[in-house]
């Protein structure tokens, strides 16, 4: 399972999905950490694991769509398969 982890603040579920051994087992490869603060101390934790990382806050974009479609794009090259959403802060639109 090709597998991005969105997440924004410490990365206490980031560091529980990452470290688990069961899902390691079942064939979970985080290909990339989707973060919507740039200071949050889960970033060093996914670069620690040497898992890229995708910093992208909103308010750098007119609006939610632009944000959203840019996170998309930034994911094709990775061929996610899931998502997981492991304490980010922001409502997920259907857009997305």
């Not at 969105?6 to 490869?29: R, Y």
């Not at 989707?34 to 694991?49: F, R, S, T």
């Amino acid at each position: 399972m090709r597998v991005a982890i969105f997440a924004s603040g410490n990365g206490t579920n980031f560091d529980a999905i990452a470290n688990s051994t069961e899902l390691q087992e079942a064939g979970l490869d985080i290909e990339v950490l989707v973060c919507d603060q740039p200071n949050a101390p889960v970033i060093q934790k996914a670069k620690n694991l040497n898992i890229p990382v995708f910093v992208n806050e909103l308010k750098n974009f007119p609006n939610r769509k632009e944000y959203e479609r840019t996170i998309v794009d930034k994911l094709v090259p990775f061929e996610v398969e899931y998502i997981f959403l492991a304490g980010y802060m922001r409502v997920v639109t259907s857009d997305f």
